[in-house]
C-alpha cells in the first residue's frame, strides 16, 4: 500500500471528520456562510507563509541536491505566486490586503503550522512531509469527492472557483507527485513498524488540527459548527 493510504487507513474516523467536515460540505452545497468562508481566508494567508517556512525547512533538512530544488521550488511558488493570487482571491471576497495581513493570527492555525515546523525540526524530510500532507494531499481529495456529489451545487455556488482549483489538472498533478515522493522518502528508511506507528501518529494528529482549521472559520465569524 502507498504510504499516504497506509496513514489514512490509520486514522479513518479523523480523516472523515477532516475531509467531510460540514465547512467542506457547506462549500459544496454553496450554503456555507461567507462571513466564515472570509474568516477562512485570512487565516490561510497566514498558513501559506508559515508552508513557506517549511520549504525552507525542508531545503535544510535536504539528503539531497533534488531534495533541495524541490523545496526551493516550493518556497518560490509561494512567494513569488500563490500569496499574490490568494491576496487577489481575498480582494474578489471584498476582503482589503491591509486588513489580511493586519490580522492576527488565530489559535487553530498557530496549532496546526507550528506543528508542522516541529515534526519537520524533531524528525526529517519524511516526517515534514507526513505533517504536511493532510494539507497538499487533503484538498485535492476533498475536492475530487465534492465533484461526485450529487448535492453539488454548480450554477451560482460562490464556493466553485476553490472546488474548481484543487480539483484542477495542475493541482491533481502536483498532488500526484507529492505522492510519489512520500513513497521514495519512506523507501529510503525502508520503514521499521515502530516507524509507521511513529508516521501515522503524526498524520493523525495533523489531520486532527486540520479539521479544527475548518472549525475555526465559524468561530471567528462566531457562528455554530453545524452537526456533522
Known amino acids: 500500500m502507498a504510504l499516504f493510504e497506509d496513514l489514512k487507513a490509520a486514522c479513518p474516523e479523523d480523516w472523515a471528520a477532516y475531509t467531510r467536515h460540514p465547512f467542506v460540505e457547506?462549500?459544496?452545497?454553496?450554503?456555507?456562510?461567507?462571513?466564515?468562508?472570509?474568516?477562512?481566508?485570512?487565516?490561510?494567508?497566514?498558513?501559506?507563509?508559515?508552508?513557506?517556512?517549511?520549504?525552507?525547512?525542508?531545503?535544510?533538512?535536504?539528503?539531497?541536491?533534488?531534495?533541495?530544488?524541490?523545496?526551493?521550488?516550493?518556497?518560490?511558488?509561494?512567494?513569488?505566486?500563490?500569496?499574490?493570487?490568494?491576496?487577489?482571491?481575498?480582494?474578489?471576497?471584498?476582503?482589503?490586503?491591509?486588513?489580511?495581513?493586519?490580522?492576527?493570527?488565530?489559535?487553530?492555525?498557530?496549532?496546526?503550522?507550528?506543528?508542522?515546523?516541529?515534526?519537520?525540526?524533531?524528525?526529517?524530510?519524511?516526517?515534514?512531509?507526513?505533517?504536511?500532507?493532510?494539507?497538499?494531499?487533503?484538498?485535492?481529495?476533498?475536492?475530487?469527492?465534492?465533484?461526485?456529489?450529487?448535492?453539488?451545487?454548480?450554477?451560482?455556488?460562490?464556493?466553485?472557483?476553490w472546488i474548481a482549483m484543487y480539483s484542477g489538472a495542475e493541482y491533481r498533478a502536483a498532488a500526484e507527485d507529492e505522492r510519489a515522493y512520500l513513497d521514495a522518502l519512506a523507501q529510503r528508511e525502508s520503514l521499521s513498524d515502530h516507524r509507521r506507528t511513529q508516521l501515522a501518529r503524526t498524520f493523525t494528529e495533523a489531520t486532527r488540527l486540520e479539521a479544527r482549521f475548518w472549525s475555526m472559520g465559524y468561530e471567528l465569524a462566531g457562528e455554530a459548527v453545524p452537526d456533522g
Open 26 to 161: 457547506g462549500m459544496g452545497r454553496g450554503d456555507l456562510p461567507e462571513t466564515v468562508f472570509r474568516q477562512y481566508l485570512i487565516q490561510d494567508y497566514h498558513f501559506l507563509i508559515h508552508f513557506a517556512r517549511a520549504y525552507a525547512l525542508a531545503g535544510y533538512k535536504a539528503e539531497t541536491p533534488d531534495d533541495l530544488r524541490r523545496a526551493k521550488e516550493g518556497m518560490a511558488a509561494i512567494l513569488d505566486v500563490e500569496l499574490s493570487l490568494h491576496l487577489d482571491y481575498c480582494a474578489r471576497w471584498g476582503l482589503k490586503e491591509t486588513d489580511v495581513l493586519a490580522a492576527p493570527e488565530a489559535e487553530a492555525c498557530l496549532a496546526y503550522t507550528r506543528y508542522v515546523l516541529e515534526r519537520g525540526m524533531a524528525g526529517g524530510l519524511l516526517d515534514l512531509h507526513v505533517a504536511l500532507a493532510p494539507c497538499m494531499l487533503g484538498y485535492a481529495e476533498i475536492a475530487t469527492w465534492l465533484l461526485d456529489r450529487p448535492w453539488l451545487k454548480r450554477e451560482g455556488n460562490p464556493y466553485q472557483e
